[in-house]
Nanobody, 114 residues
Framework: QMQVVQSGGGLVQAGGSLKLSCAGSGPMFNYFGVDWYRQVPGKQRELVGGITTGGRTNVVDAVKGRFTMSRDNARNTVYLQMSGLKPEDTAMYYC????????WGQGTQVTVSS
């Protein structure tokens, strides 16, 4: 069964950058799109963006121009590169593999200090 493991995240000052990784346990990972979400306590999980199998990406307006996504099929990994981080980007970030079922990563905390 596919497993999705996230890494990256941490504490950064406003204006800084972080790179999150989302790795699948096998090459089947590369055959499906991946979406990124974030969630703060007490609020609903919100979509950040997604990347298709072909590498086409789309992000929400709140992060447009600051967040980008890419994938490395040789590593069965998708990346979320975040720059120009703002305190309001503080959240738990999740990736999800959109296969026949959804496979969620465990989440990784991003904290942006002002």
């Amino acid at each position: 069964q596919m497993q999705v493991v996230q890494s990256g995240g941490g504490l950064v000052q406003a204006g800084g950058s972080l790179k999150l990784s989302c790795a699948g346990s096998g090459p089947m990972f590369n055959y499906f799109g991946v979406d990124w979400y974030r969630q703060v306590p007490g609020k609903q999980r919100e979509l950040v963006g997604g990347i298709t199998t072909g590498g086409r990406t789309n992000v929400v307006d709140a992060v447009k121009g600051r967040f980008t996504m890419s994938r490395d099929n040789a590593r069965n990994t998708v990346y979320l590169q975040m720059s120009g981080l703002k305190p309001e980007d503080t959240a738990m970030y999740y990736c999800v593999l959109r296969a026949s079922s959804d496979y969620w990563g465990q989440g990784t905390q991003v904290t942006v200090s002002s």
